[in-house]
């Protein structure tokens, strides 16, 4: 996977930029404010439709503008050409929530589509909530990362959402405690059929992206977690269970169980991380997922996703830091912001752009 050209407007701290002929190794520098941080972020954007700092479509518009575009043309590997094939991705978002994406031509208005074209990887500094965080930051995690490599995943991902949606909406219009049992069986049905799809994906990808974790650490990055691994043991629902619970849904007035509410935790021994890690090594094994998940890309995809790092100053040593830039020598492409430049040493093709 590679971005060969890159146009941005008024995206968030970016007026405009468009970069062409991006190299494998690219640093994107300037002061603060410049806007590094908003460039690798419109990247991320190109990917999945959302931001990588959790804003929403309109806070990404720049003050005094009405609308923000991005876009970029890459390349991919194709089964089907046996070889790499050139596409073209454009998003554009207006103040009065217009949404537009255009994929090599085609027309569609929604981002959802964006998904599994064009990959990336990416860190920054809100990357430590995937250790520290909320279940939420980590279920978005895997559903992007396996949803960028299997469409399916992703269309029972968005059947399952329907489903919530409904059957929440019918909890909240119940009242006095009578709601149509009927209809909720039919959704509870769903609930059942799709989570236990989403389970098994879930767990098959923590698996694999798990051993990526072992064996990055063996081959010499960052030795000192090497106790650290993934537990995924969702609640697993069935038709008895939903039952068991209805009472307090109608009473709450929402779906409480299946695949929107499950979670993966990274344990060190008996106790999970989050509650022993410092912010430096939460921050280091969120690094090790990044990088763990692009590896999980690259054995499905035959290619690794764009590598977009952002914020590595401070936590990372010389020793580590040493590992780390012999890793990115695997990847087709890695932007890299808020980083010294001069420390991309090991004899790297890397040139800097400055904002």
Request: with cysteine; charged share 25%; aromatic share 8%.
């Amino acid at each position: 996977m590679y971005l060969e050209s890159l146009w941005v407007q008024g995206f968030r701290a970016l007026e405009e930029e468009h970069l062409e002929n991006l190299t494998p190794i690219t640093a994107v520098e300037g002061d603060n404010g410049s806007g590094k941080t908003t460039l690798l972020d419109a990247v991320y954007f190109l990917a999945s439709g959302k931001s990588c700092l959790g804003l929403t479509n309109a806070e990404l518009i720049r003050d005094n503008h009405t609308y923000f575009v991005a876009g970029g043309r890459y390349r991919s590997w194709d089964a089907v050409a046996s070889g790499s094939v050139t596409h073209t991705i454009q998003a554009v978002y207006t103040a009065d929530g217009r949404k537009e994406l255009r994929v090599d031509g085609t027309l569609y208005h929604g981002f959802v589509h964006a998904i599994g074209g064009f990959r990336v990887a990416h860190f920054n500094f809100s990357s430590v909530f995937l250790v520290k965080g909320m279940p939420s930051v980590r279920r978005q995690y895997i559903n992007l990362l396996i949803a960028s490599c299997d469409r399916a995943y992703l269309e029972a991902l968005s059947a399952y959402s329907g489903v919530i949606a409904r059957k929440n909406a019918l909890l909240r219009q119940s009242a006095g405690g009578i709601v149509d049992a009927s209809l909720l069986d039919l959704y509870d049905e769903q609930i059942v059929t799709l989570s236990a799809t989403v389970y098994a994906r879930r767990a098959a990808v923590l698996s694999t992206v798990g051993d990526a974790m072992k064996q990055l650490i063996a081959d010499g990055l960052f030795p000192r977690l090497s106790d650290v691994f993934i537990t995924y043991e969702p609640r697993t629902v069935s038709m008895t269970t939903m039952h068991a619970i209805r009472e307090r849904e109608i009473a709450r007035r929402t779906c409480l169980a299946g695949c929107h509410l499950d979670d993966f935790v990274f344990m060190r021994g008996r106790r999970p991380l989050r509650e022993t890690a410092s912010l430096g090594e939460a921050k280091l094994v969120a690094l090790l997922l990044t990088l763990s998940g692009a590896e999980y890309v690259r054995r499905v995809t035959r290619e690794y996703p764009v590598l977009l790092l952002d914020d590595l100053e401070g936590d990372i040593d010389a020793e580590n830091l040493e590992h780390l830039v012999r890793l990115l020598a695997r990847f087709e492409q890695v932007l890299v912001a808020s980083f010294d430049f001069r420390r991309l040493g090991g004899g790297l093709n890397a040139t800097s752009v400055r904002l």
